[in-house]
């Protein structure tokens, strides 16, 4: 089944404290891309990738990094997370390297930053 | 910059009524536009998108969208709601050419019996 996968689906920690979210699609797409959804504001673009070792920031890229050593993978890092950061993040990937395909998204994961 | 804008955060119809959601885009360009649903506790999915050719564009269950240049448009209709209809939409505009895909704010539907 095709499918884009986030781990883990939610999470509570602390300020500080390292962590990553992992995603991973078995569509052999070359575009991926990691949102964040808030209230009213809909998703923002954080960081996207049109390739392996591609990255490049998106509109709110402050606090996170990402990284695509392999084709099918794009963890999300949050060096040292803040409550700012507290949101549903979601994970997306499409064929071709722009937007112009539909995005398949995961499932979510929600992020508690205490 | 691309920018999305969803009249209406919240809309809510009587089941059998007319759905219209609406979405305005700002680009001189006319974007790659797409509608996405999201149920509750789930990811986003695809109702329908724009790319060129026809302005009418259909979709899964029953939704449709017209794409309007002169008004930089693409409001989202459905003849007849059901209560499945239920769920927050989204519209999206991908700039042709560009690398990045900017949503709307959304507009929770609400469906009355």
């Known amino acids: 089944e095709a499918q884009v996968t986030q781990n883990p689906r939610y999470l509570i920690t602390v300020t500080g404290k390292k962590l990553t979210v992992t995603c991973s699609q078995n569509?052999?797409?070359?575009?991926m891309s990691w949102y964040r959804q808030d209230p009213g504001l809909g998703l923002r673009q954080i960081y996207y990738?049109?390739?392996?070792?591609?990255?490049d920031k998106g509109d709110v890229p402050e606090g996170y990094k990402v990284s695509r050593k392999e084709k099918r993978n794009f963890p999300l890092i949050l060096e040292s997370p803040s409550p700012n950061q507290t949101s549903l993040y979601f994970c997306?990937?499409?064929?071709?390297?722009?937007?112009?395909?539909?995005?398949?998204f995961g499932d979510g994961t929600r992020l508690s930053i205490l | 910059a691309q920018s999305v804008t969803q009249l209406g955060s919240h809309v809510s119809v009587s089941e059998g009524a007319l759905v219209l959601l609406r979405c305005n885009y700002s680009?001189?360009?006319?974007?790659?536009l797409f509608w996405y649903v999201q149920y509750p506790n789930q990811g986003l999915q695809l109702l329908l998108k724009?790319?060129?050719?026809?302005?009418l564009v259909k979709g899964i269950n029953g939704f449709e969208a017209e794409f309007k240049k002169s008004e930089t448009s693409f409001h989202l209709t459905k003849p007849s709601a059901h209560m499945s209809d239920a769920a927050e939409y989204f519209c999206?505009?991908?700039?042709?050419?560009?690398?990045?895909?900017?949503f709307g704010a959304g507009t929770i539907l609400r469906v009355k019996s």
């Open positions: 999206a505009a991908a700039g042709k050419g560009g690398n990045k895909l900017v």
């Open positions: 990738s049109m390739n392996v070792e591609v990255t």
């Open positions: 569509m052999n797409h070359e575009y």
């Open positions: 724009y790319t060129t050719g026809a302005t």
């Open positions: 680009s001189s360009v006319p974007p790659y």
């Open positions: 997306a990937s499409s064929f071709g390297r722009e937007p112009n395909q539909p995005q398949h």
